[in-house]
């Protein structure tokens, strides 16, 4: 197990391209499943969620191809025959679970495991289940597994409202409707680009689907799908977290290159607001903090809302703003395991039930702390980047399955990052 050390307070200067989109390639992997010939994602980034869902994706007897120099992913599932996915596999990565909405499209048959617990609190799939059934799948649960089956080739559909609104349900329900319900609305569909890029690219493998990215979707049955060749969105929560990590330290002068600024909804507008500055041009986001950074509190939301994937790496900035400010997640109520690890750097910061209250500015101190998940990883290396003296970034593995290659990239415009075997 490997733990990142930190020396700091260092400023990032130079330019950082950033990866393809987590987020986005897992459901394009899993809508190649619904054609019978090969599709190849190109910026597809190598992390481990993507490795962990590759076998997954092997077991059903698909070949899949990672060419990992060319970031580029050839999937051919032509020899599919084996429409099941083990719990194994599956409790390694939630999001394996589109595997069902997958295999009810190709196979008209699924078994695959619920997906198992997380690090912060419930996260259900009843509105994935409910909305199967509510598309004519018959859906049972035996022994921790989903059986799914059809009783004919067609089913009727009908109309399923999502509330809250899910981009889980959302692309479950669609890879699982184009091959197999006659006309299935979805009402308060998910907006993300993720459902947007995935919508697109099975049009364009020859589907039938309305309405992606305006929170009604509507999709027609079509017989067959091909195979394509697609490029992934570059990841949008990677790039605004550089965007916060570049606006940290007062001497910094960062470029993010190969962005879609388009798909960061709200989020400039509040990073406008704490008076760093920054410049969009076209791909290029430049950030060049200029003195000191304004308390602006932030509520998450859905998309195009301010996104619950930031909400730590912002509370983390808010820790060197000059005064009070909030964080509120009204998407996840308690994801908020990075809390007691910033105060064990010298943050002076506190929740109440989904809302932390961060008392700035603070002079942070580096110690040792343990990573719980993704993004409250992320944060922690942020502030240790930040703090005085060196710090222990422990259980890096949480890292590793949402940003790519992040060391070698933050050491290469100045960082003091040094992946040393935790033992
Ligand atoms: C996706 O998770 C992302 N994961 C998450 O990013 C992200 O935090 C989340 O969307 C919200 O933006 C991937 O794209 C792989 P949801 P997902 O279904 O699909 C409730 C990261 O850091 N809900 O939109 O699982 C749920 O509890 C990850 O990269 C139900 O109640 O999220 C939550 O409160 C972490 N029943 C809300 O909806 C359901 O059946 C939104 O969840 C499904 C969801």
Not at 4 to 12: H, S, V
Not at 137 to 149: D, H, K, P
Not at 292 to 307: K, L, Q, R
Request: proline letters at 5%; aromatic letters at 6%.
């Amino acid at each position: 197990m490997d733990k990142f050390i930190i020396e700091g307070p260092t400023p990032l200067k130079g330019v950082i391209p950033i990866s393809g989109s987590k987020n986005a390639a897992l459901p394009l992997m899993a809508a190649s499943l619904l054609a019978e010939t090969p599709t190849t994602i190109n910026l597809t980034p190598r992390l481990k969620d993507i490795y962990t869902f590759n076998n997954v994706i092997r077991v059903t007897g698909t070949e899949v191809e990672f060419k990992e120099d060319q970031n580029q992913l050839v999937i051919d599932p032509s020899k599919l025959n084996f429409p099941e996915a083990p719990y194994d596999l599956v409790r390694r990565m939630r999001a394996s679970f589109y595997m069902l909405g997958a295999l009810i499209g190709r196979a008209g048959e699924a078994k695959v495991s619920l997906p198992g617990g997380c690090a912060w609190g419930p996260r259900p799939v009843d509105l994935h289940l409910k909305g199967f059934e509510a598309m004519g799948i018959n859906i049972s649960l035996e022994e921790g597994y989903v059986i799914a089956s059809v009783d004919n080739e067609t089913v009727e559909g009908g109309e399923f409202t999502l509330e809250p609104s899910s981009v889980g349900a959302t692309i479950n329900l669609v890879l699982g409707a184009v091959k197999k319900a006659k006309k299935f609305v979805i009402k308060n569909a998910a907006k993300e680009p993720d459902v947007v890029l995935l919508c697109n690219t099975l049009n364009k493998m020859g589907a039938n689907i309305k309405g992606a990215g305006t929170g009604t979707i509507t999709v027609k049955k079509v017989d067959k799908l091909h195979g394509i060749e697609v490029s992934n969105d570059p990841d949008r929560i990677e790039t605004g977290t550089l965007m916060i990590a570049a606006a940290m330290h007062p001497e910094s002068d960062v470029t993010l290159t190969g962005c879609k600024p388009e798909h960061l909804g709200t989020f400039p507008d509040s990073f406008k607001k704490i008076g760093v500055h920054f410049e969009i041009n076209g791909s290029e986001i430049s950030i060049t903090p200029n003195g000191g950074i304004n308390p602006v509190s932030i509520e998450t939301e859905i998309y195009p809302g301010f996104p619950t994937d930031l909400q730590a790496q912002w509370a983390t900035l808010m820790t060197q703003a000059e005064g009070t400010s909030t964080v509120t997640d009204n998407i996840y109520y308690d994801r908020f395991s990075y809390v007691p690890e910033l105060r064990r750097l010298g943050a002076d910061l506190s929740v109440d039930k989904n809302k932390v209250t961060i008392n700035g500015k603070n002079q942070l101190s580096g110690t040792s702390v343990m990573s719980t998940d993704l993004r409250a990883s992320v944060s922690l290396v942020m502030a240790a980047m930040v703090a005085k003296g060196k710090s222990d970034i422990l259980r890096v593995y949480h890292l590793d399955r949402g940003y790519e290659q992040l060391e070698k990239k933050l050491n290469a415009v100045g960082a003091s990052i040094t992946r040393t075997n935790q033992e």
